[in-house]
């Protein structure tokens, strides 16, 4: 079982930097793919950034290609969402995920099968 907690969310204005942190407890991070996916009220939760379980490959969604970065520290069992440029079309619930798998990244959060309880991001016009 894998449990997953997200923290860094907050308040900032149009054009800020904010920094996901997902925490996962679980005896090695190692062959999980991992994921960042967002979720606006009344909208379906979207892809946002996902990374292979060695961290060489990543991929983003095209509306924050450029302004957000997603890294992992296996070590340390941490996944990261660095944004930056925030827009207030970012506010969203953030979920962290997770899915044992081989393939370098996947998109369809159906696919993953661990999720973090979210964190809201708001950005301020």
């Known amino acids: 079982q894998v449990q997953l907690v997200e923290s860094g969310g907050g308040l900032v204005q149009a054009g800020g930097s904010l920094r996901l942190s997902c925490a996962a407890s679980i005896r090695t991070l190692n062959n999980y793919v991992m994921a960042w996916f967002r979720q606006c009220p009344g909208k379906e939760r979207e892809f946002v950034a996902g990374?292979?379980?060695?961290?060489?490959?990543?991929n983003y969604a095209d509306s924050v290609k450029g302004r957000f970065t997603i890294s992992r520290d296996n070590a340390k069992k941490m996944v990261y969402l660095q944004m930056n440029s925030l827009k207030p079309e970012d506010t969203a619930v953030y979920y962290c995920?997770?899915?044992?798998?081989?393939?370098?990244?996947?998109?369809?959060?159906?696919?993953?099968?661990?999720w973090g309880q979210g964190t809201q991001v708001t950005v301020s016009s």
């Open positions: 990374i292979s379980w060695s961290g060489i490959s990543t």
């Open positions: 995920a997770a899915v044992y798998s081989p393939v370098a990244t996947m998109m369809a959060d159906i696919l993953y099968d661990y």
